[in-house]
């Protein structure tokens, strides 16, 4: 799965494939490398252990409802919101994404 997203000038592209994310930006059509300190990666599941206070995505449980806005449901615009404000270094409700964090996200909305 193939996603676009408009970033100012720039549009940032996910490739979703299992266990695999790939984030590539274009500008003015043209391909260049990776997102700037984006990557690509694999991603996996961190259980979740209960006590942590953590999101069973794997991310800290208020980085989870940071993205996913007030419904707490992860949807497609919050996670290429939280994309979009990763790559631009902006943080989301007040919480700085973590690479890791982006990944881990991705790869449980792609796996929802």
């Known amino acids: 799965m193939t996603r676009r997203r408009v970033l100012g000038a720039a549009v940032a592209v996910l490739a979703l494939t299992p266990g695999r994310i790939s ?3 274009s500008s003015a059509g043209a391909p260049t490398d990776a997102v700037s300190g984006y990557g690509s990666g694999t ?3 961190t259980p979740y252990g209960g006590g942590d206070d953590r999101h069973e995505s794997g991310v800290p449980r208020a980085t989870f409802d940071a993205v ?5 449901t992860l949807d497609r615009e919050d996670l290429l919101d939280a994309v979009a ?4 270094g ?3 409700d007040g919480v ?10 991705v ?5 929802g």
Not at 85 to 88: G, P
């Open 23 to 25: 984030a590539t930006e």
């Open 43 to 45: 991603y996996g599941r």
């Open 68 to 72: 996913a806005g007030p419904d707490g």
């Open 85 to 88: 404000a990763y790559a631009a």
């Open 90 to 92: 902006r943080p989301v």
């Open 96 to 105: 700085v994404l973590s690479r890791s964090d982006v990944l881990a996200l």
């Open 107 to 111: 790869g449980y909305y792609a796996d």
